[in-house]
């Protein structure tokens, strides 16, 4: 179904339903716990990162860990 609707100020062209949806944070962990794994399966993980790499890694994990 085609959305003929005139865009308004500050909506982009692709915004959808789903796009207008707030996101909450149990909603991404989930995303993330069943994203993580089917990831992990399809692809090889380097065991040696660069030092760069590593640290934004670990911000990351403790925005995560915050969360």
Do not use: F
Not at 6 to 24: A, I, K, Q, V, Y
Not at 56 to 63: A, E, F, H, P, V
């Amino acid at each position: 179904m085609v959305d003929d609707r005139p865009l308004t100020d500050g909506e982009p062209e692709s915004c959808s339903e789903s796009d207008r949806l707030p996101h909450s944070k149990t909603a991404n962990s989930a995303i993330w716990t069943n994203i993580a794994p089917e990831l992990k399966a399809r692809y090889e993980v380097p065991q040696d990162l660069p030092p760069e790499m590593l640290a934004l890694l670990m911000q990351l994990n403790d925005r995560r860990a915050d969360e």
